[in-house]
């Protein structure tokens, strides 16, 4: 049904969409295919990670030590990132206590899935030691490990500031100049809240006389040093992103309840903030939110951020997942859009909104901004203006912000639109890295992971995505939780529950030829005119020669020889009248299929007995014109490619052969013999016939005892126990003309039929005084029979 319903509501949504300032497509344009799909028998190059443990979220990847980090539940790992499953692996075993299970499941938690340690939290703390944080079977707990000796310390830190009580809870964190950075839902009671600790100045969240965080669920954090380069000395900030319940005026079309409604923001604090003097104390002075739309209505749910970093900040970008909200519970489809850094902190600089007591509800502040502009970070203008630190600024300016946390605009995506709208699909992570070719033009790569363990590798093209290809990664489906890139290792190191995979980047060798390695757009891949194969653009020998065409992905394969040597033509011979199928595969998803006879001829679905489908082609009652040269052609962004040829031929259907005529036995047998067969057959003739009389004259006389004519059955019945053969007749009289059923027989005995039944059914049957009389034997089954002259 939704198959049907689909374009339909997607229309509807698109239609219903903020405007934007860019005309908007159709949203069937959206969606975008997989070129290809690689299921997991035909996966190469991978390699695989499991160990004892479970839950395989949390990743850090050191590139400078080739190190591949893994928190998992009850343990952490230290995989050699060149290859994971080498055995070489340091491994360390965390456990939650038995007390600490029993207790965690006394305060009704979950013993099979919460009462545990789950590691959230892995990052590098200094040159010497790495940081975890684990829940702790709901008592989390944090230590600085011996990077070197991957060994866990005497001693213990207490990780409730630090870690998410709840494995399931959405959380985020960083460690930046030895402060830790999280954000996720704090305690046993779940408070959501962005807090800063292990630092002079831990800082968090106001909750006074309004809360700047509601029912928020974190999903990514992420550094930006703004500070470098920076004409008017701004300090770095950090950004998080995430979902919460909206409490503003208007915050969707479809919102049935503020109250439950959610909406995806964006929030920012600066890293050199210290809180106020007075008001504001160990609380940030600098946290200000957004909302962030993807301009299509219900796509309200943030599931995964990646931020994709070029050379300065100002050109730093954010991709971001969306899947529609809960009340679309039977439909599953995702969105990802991208967001400037530059289009974020222009909403930040302009107005703020303010909850109105004399209505109840939020709406756009019209006042006037005290200075320094609340919110804002310590710049060198403000240094010459004796405001050095957040802690010299005025109680008015505190206040404000205090008042204030939301902002007036949203923060709407490049050239406002989506870049795909999936159906059918729910991206759980996303994972990107920009890609320059040796023509010189960079490219945005991106890895999506779903909900049922694929990952969709796509290329970010303008205003649109092209999938390269969706691989199955897992054979048993389950979510991706984690992904991480390596430029130097090629790979992509995929977390989720049953353990860690690593894939290659790309795979280059499985296009064939020059018109597949053009037609896949992959960044990574060219192809290369002197060896006449697709190669990795980072690993050629000559990187300038190779031959891509990552816009519109067909010139290039100009030479025949590029498109590699023509399939060899295959003999298909059939009778005429029957069907015959020419298989063929088409390797894309995007290719349509395409058949020639005869080199010029197309033939079309349901045309001359002509039958076109996604494995061949199938040519039904083949007659002598349907003999001929065949070829199956792939057909693709304007490209046409051989994939098959057929000589088929049509025979003549054999004749059956003529039945011949019996010979007549006077012809072949002698005068006498003839003689003997007479005299035997007249002497048989009167045995049967002096049998019969005697029959028919034993059943008038008992006819004649018991005064009426009745059924009887004539025979030999066994015993109890054992078997009974009764001859039985169904009309009850002699010669009687009545139809009769066979079927109050039992299976297995023999059936006595008079009259039409019997000469109906088999006329061969013939008595020369009783007429008709015939005997058949019902099988077990029932559904044999097997009949001869009685």
């Excluded at 050699?80 to 029993?102: C, L, R, V």
């Excluded at 605009?409 to 320059?436: A, D, E, N, Q």
């Excluded at 059914?761 to 009783?770: D, E, I, K, V």
Aim: aromatic share 8%; with cysteine.
């Amino acid at each position: 049904m939704w198959g049907r319903l689909w374009p339909l509501l997607l229309s509807f949504l698109t239609a219903a969409a903020v405007p934007g300032p860019s005309p908007r497509r159709p949203s069937r344009e959206l969606d975008a295919t997989p070129r290809m799909t690689i299921p997991y028998e035909e996966l190469s190059g991978t390699r695989h990670f499991k160990g004892p443990a479970q839950n395989y979220s949390t990743l850090l990847l050191e590139e400078a030590s080739a190190r591949l980090l893994v928190g998992a539940r009850g343990a952490l790992f230290s995989l050699n990132a060149h290859d994971i499953g080498d055995g070489s692996h340091k491994e360390i075993h965390w456990e939650a206590s038995p007390e600490m299970q029993t207790k965690c499941h006394q305060k009704g938690k979950n013993n099979q899935t919460e009462c545990f340690n789950h590691v959230r939290f892995l990052q590098r703390l200094n040159a010497t030691h790495l940081y975890a944080c684990g829940t702790h079977a709901f008592q989390p707990l944090c230590a600085a490990i011996d990077a070197e000796a991957f060994t866990l310390p005497s001693s213990f830190e207490e990780g409730k500031e630090k870690c998410p009580y709840d494995p399931a809870r959405g959380f985020t964190g960083l460690i930046i100049d030895g402060g830790l950075y999280t954000a996720t839902r704090y305690e046993f009671r779940s408070i959501p809240d962005i807090r800063r600790s292990r630092h002079p100045h831990s800082l968090r969240t106001e909750e006074a006389p309004m809360h700047w965080l509601n029912d928020a669920e974190f999903v990514f954090s992420v550094l930006v040093r703004e500070s470098k380069a920076s004409a008017v000395g701004d300090d770095d900030k950090v950004y998080y992103f995430f979902t919460e319940r909206a409490t503003e005026e208007g915050s969707s079309n479809f919102a049935q309840s503020r109250s439950s409604h959610r909406v995806a923001r964006v929030a920012r604090v600066c890293k050199g903030d210290l809180g106020g003097k007075k008001i504001l104390q160990k609380k940030w002075t600098s946290f200000l939110k957004a909302r962030l739309v993807c301009h299509i209505p219900q796509y309200e749910t943030l599931r995964g951020v990646c931020s994709v970093d070029v050379d300065t900040s100002a050109r730093t970008h954010f991709y971001a997942a969306f899947t529609l909200t809960t009340q679309w519970k039977t439909l599953e489809a995702s969105a990802i859009c991208r967001y400037d850094l530059t289009e974020v902190q222009a909403v930040f600089a302009g107005p703020y909104m303010e909850y109105q007591d004399g209505v109840r509800r939020w709406g756009r502040y019209e006042g006037g901004v005290p200075e320094p502009r609340p919110g804002s970070c310590i710049t060198d203008l403000l240094r010459s203006q004796g405001y050095n630190s957040s802690q010299d600024l005025p109680s008015l300016v505190l206040d404000f912000v205090k008042l204030h946390p939301l902002m007036a605009r949203p923060v709407v995506p490049t050239r406002g639109r989506p870049l795909l709208l999936k159906r059918s699909v729910r991206y759980t992570h996303l994972t990107g890295t920009p890609v320059t070719t040796p023509a010189g033009p960079t490219y945005d790569l991106l890895f999506l992971g779903t909900a049922d363990g694929w990952i969709h590798k796509a290329v970010v093209l303008g205003s649109g995505m092209h999938i390269i290809e969706e691989t199955q990664v897992f054979k048993e489906p389950q979510s991706v939780e984690n992904l991480v890139i390596s430029p130097m290792q090629h790979s992509l190191y995929v977390g989720a529950s049953s353990g860690v995979t690593q894939l290659p980047l790309s795979s280059c060798s499985r296009y064939r030829s020059c018109y597949d390695c053009i037609l896949a757009r992959d960044p990574y891949c060219g192809w290369d005119p002197s060896t006449h194969a697709c190669l990795e653009a980072n690993t050629a020998v000559n990187r300038t020669a190779l031959i891509q065409d990552i816009e519109r992905g067909n010139r290039g394969c100009e030479s025949n020889r590029d498109t590699g040597p023509p399939p060899p033509m295959k003999t298909r011979s059939v009778l005429r009248g029957d069907d015959v199928l020419l298989p063929c595969d088409q390797p894309s998803n995007l290719a349509r299929a395409l058949w020639l006879l005869n080199g010029s001829m197309g033939l079309s679905d349901g045309q001359g007995g002509y039958r076109v489908g996604v494995d061949g082609l199938l040519v039904t009652d083949t007659q002598p014109e349907h003999s001929g040269h065949y070829g199956c052609y792939a057909e693709e962004n304007g490209l046409r490619t051989l994939l098959t040829s057929y000589s088929l031929t049509v025979r003549p259907a054999t004749p059956a052969p003529a039945p011949q005529a019996p010979a007549l036995p006077g012809a072949q047998l002698a005068p006498d013999v003839r003689l003997l067969y007479v005299l035997a057959i007249a002497a048989l003739g009167g045995l049967c016939l002096i049998l019969a009389s005697s029959l028919l004259y034993v059943a008038c006389l008992r006819g004649s005892r018991r005064g009426h004519r009745r059924k009887y059955s004539l025979g030999r019945a066994g015993r109890a126990g054992g078997s009974a053969v009764q001859l039985q007749t169904v009309s009850g009289q002699c010669p009687g003309e009545e139809d009769e059923d066979p079927s109050v027989s039992s299976p297995g005995q023999p059936v006595l039929l008079r009259g039409r039944a019997c000469r109906s059914r088999w006329p061969q049957c013939h008595h020369p005084l009783h007429g008709p009389l015939c005997r058949m034997v019902l099988t077990p089954d029932e559904t044999s029979v097997s009949k001869r002259a009685t």
